[in-house]
């Protein structure tokens, strides 16, 4: 029987011994490819979001701090200047907002991230159908990716979250081991990283985006890209009104007010959807449903630009109309904070370098 023993003993180191070499040659293998890769996974699932944390752990660490934070998709990131914003107001500000997300994405961002580090007193969350579409296939994939990348896990309250995390975050192997089980995702997002390269250069003081002007474009391109993306199969009511809910409560719980912002777009934006009055209906129906639930204030700026000079795509404002926006926020500012659960409306005019003005 020991003799039998032995030899189990031994087949058990032998096959541990063998096992750790498999695991040495993964990770080497890994890292040897990975600078040839595409797509880096990293801790982020954008480059945008990094950039974005450095920035404000940098501001944490000269004592600065952000009263206000700007989250949501890319319609925010370019929609409100957080620092026209502040510079009138002189109520600090930081733009966290990020390209891709829905607001089931957006919410574990704001309250597990973004509110433990700036302890905000406002979150403005800008929104529209493309954010609170329940059917969006990018809502879905954006949201997998980042509760699942290790810059979550190691924020998150989970011991073994924050320990797959540390392990994610130095092993190339399993960073990249979803992408090896599927390896069409490494090379479909060329063009997407070569986009979020660019993206991490522009990103100024305070979250703002630093970009030229541009004249405004409805591409077919971007219209289809959107529509597929974003606005395929519409449908509100659910898991996005669900999360944004879950946005107040858990803000609410912590003290933090939250701000709801119907962003603008233009006149080409509806036509997407494929039953634009239907939807404009179900949209605006849910804005209605929501702010009744929790009485927070809705700041509706759907319709606030006559032209779409002050855009640069239909749901994208131009440098002009993003300034003009937080400037407008700013000037109403104090008057918005003084009052809860009511509906402002913001107003421009048509110029390039619009001028604009919220109201009740």
Same mark, same amino acid.
């Given at each position: ?6 030899? /189990? ?9 063998? $096992?750790?070499? *498999? ?8 890292? !040897? ?35 206000? /934070?700007? +989250? ?12 026209? $914003? ?11 907002? $990020? ?13 597990? /991230?973004? %509110?433990? !580090? ?45 320990? %797959?995390? %540390? ?31 660019? +993206? ?9 985006? /630093? ?24 449908? +509100? ?27 603008? *777009? ?21 804005? %209605? ?15 606030? $630009? ?55």
């Amino acid at each position: 029987m020991r003799k039998s023993g032995k030899k /189990i003993g031994r087949s058990g180191y032998v096959s541990l011994f063998g $096992f750790a070499l *498999v695991l040495a040659l993964l990770e080497v293998s890994a890292r !040897l490819a990975a600078p040839g890769l595409p797509v880096d996974p990293g801790k982020w699932p954008r480059a945008e979001i990094a950039q974005k944390l450095d920035q404000i752990h940098g501001m944490i660490d000269d004592g600065q701090t952000a009263d206000v /934070i700007f +989250v949501g998709s890319s319609m925010m990131a370019g929609g409100i200047d957080p620092v026209a $914003f502040t510079d009138r107001s002189g109520v600090t500000s930081y733009n966290a907002a $990020f390209a891709g997300p829905t607001t089931r994405t957006v919410g574990p961002w704001a309250v597990d /991230i973004l %509110e433990p !580090l700036l302890d905000p007193e406002v979150v403005v969350i800008g929104i529209h159908t493309r954010e609170m579409n329940d059917n969006a296939p990018k809502g879905q994939t954006m949201y997998d990716k980042f509760i699942t990348s290790p810059g979550y896990k190691q924020a998150s309250a989970s011991a073994a979250n924050r320990l %797959e995390g %540390e392990l994610e975050d130095w092993s190339f192997f399993l960073r990249y081991r979803r992408a090896f089980r599927n390896p069409a995702d490494l090379f479909s997002s060329d063009k997407a990283a070569l986009a979020e390269a660019k +993206v991490r250069k522009t990103i100024g003081p305070r979250g703002t985006r /630093i970009e030229d002007s541009v004249e405004y474009r409805a591409t077919d391109k971007f219209i289809t890209t959107l529509y597929d993306k974003m606005l395929i199969d519409f449908a +509100v009511g659910g898991v996005e009104y669900d999360a944004l809910i879950d946005l107040h409560n858990d803000l609410e719980d912590r003290g933090v007010r939250l701000v709801v912002v119907n962003m603008p *777009v233009t006149e080409d934006y509806w036509p997407i959807h494929a039953d634009p009055v239907g939807d404009m209906e179900a949209y605006h129906d849910l804005l %209605e449903r929501f702010q009744a639930e929790t009485g927070d204030t809705i700041i509706d700026a759907e319709d606030a $630009f006559p032209t779409s000079v002050a855009f640069r795509e239909p749901i994208h404002l131009d440098i002009e109309g993003r300034a003009a926006f937080g400037l407008a926020l700013a000037d109403a500012w104090d008057d918005i904070m003084a009052s809860e659960g009511e509906r402002w409306h913001l107003a421009c005019d048509g110029s390039e370098a619009p001028t604009c003005k919220l109201s009740r």
